[in-house]
T-cell receptor
Framework: AQSVAQPEDQVNVAEGNPLTVKCTYS??????LFWYVQYPNRGLQFLLK??????LVKGSYGFEAEFNKSQTSFHLKKPSALVSDSALYFC?????????FGSGTRLLVRP | SQTIHQWPATLVQPVGSPLSLECTVE??????LYWYRQAAGRGLQLLFY??????ISSEVPQNLSASRPQDRQFILSSKKLLLSDSGFYLC???????????????FGPGTRLTVL
């Protein structure tokens, strides 16, 4: 069965430092991979996706993600974190009309 | 541009009462539509999805049902609410026809349901 794992419940980082939110996947074939962000009491916002091509995908708000096939990972990164980046982040993989979501990682950026 | 609406934004209902949540999409045709539930601010559970009018697929058997009476309208219903139905309900759409947009789901603002 296909699955997506986010091994960290929470990531803490100081403002201005680089951040990484980890995601690993277990899917058959070529995966479509996504990152979404959710602010409190809001819907999910699409950040970026990997379909094919360049392993480094750039998305909204300065975020990027690196697809690594050998490590089956799709980690979300940002060179310099902002306090406003504090939110809940979800990694997801596409599987026949459906998205399989990870459990979410709460990112806390302290001033 | 495409937009997705959900209402109501919040709802407090007694146990045993009926439920109707509505989701509509503007600016696209024949979207794939989804209902998710998010409990305790964490994981998302796919409840139903639809690839066309009158076509509903259920992911998890439970106290809820879904209908798609029009191309861009998706309704989540229950005849009798349970305490366990409390949660944050999210509707999402996905284009089935716009090149380069396949497989990207876009979410509505959500409905917070509290069953007392």
């Amino acid at each position: 069965a296909q699955s997506v794992a986010q091994p960290e419940d929470q990531v803490n980082v100081a403002e201005g430092n680089p951040l990484t939110v980890k995601c690993t996947y277990s899917v058959s074939g070529n995966p479509y991979l996504f990152w979404y962000v959710q602010y409190p009491n809001r819907g999910l916002q699409f950040l970026l996706k990997y379909i094919t091509g360049d392993n480094l995908v750039k998305g909204s708000y300065g975020f990027e993600a690196e697809f690594n096939k050998s490590q089956t990972s799709f980690h979300l990164k940002k060179p310099s974190a902002l306090v406003s980046d504090s939110a809940l982040y979800f990694c997801a993989s596409d599987s026949s009309y459906k998205l399989i979501f990870g459990s979410g990682t709460r990112l806390l950026v302290r001033p | 541009s495409q937009t997705i609406h959900q209402w109501p934004a919040t709802l407090v209902q007694p146990v045993g009462s009926p439920l109707s949540l509505e989701c509509t999409v503007e600016g696209t045709s024949n979207p794939n539509l989804y209902w998710y539930r998010q409990a305790a601010g964490r994981g998302l559970q796919l409840l139903f999805y639809s690839v066309g009018i009158g076509q509903i697929s259920s992911e998890v058997p439970q106290n809820l049902s879904a209908s798609r009476p029009q191309d861009r309208q998706f309704i989540l219903s229950s005849k009798k609410l349970l305490l366990s139905d409390s949660g944050f309900y999210l509707c999402a759409w996905e284009s089935s026809i716009i090149a380069g947009e396949a497989d990207t789901q876009y979410f509505g603002p959500g409905t917070r349901l509290t069953v007392l």
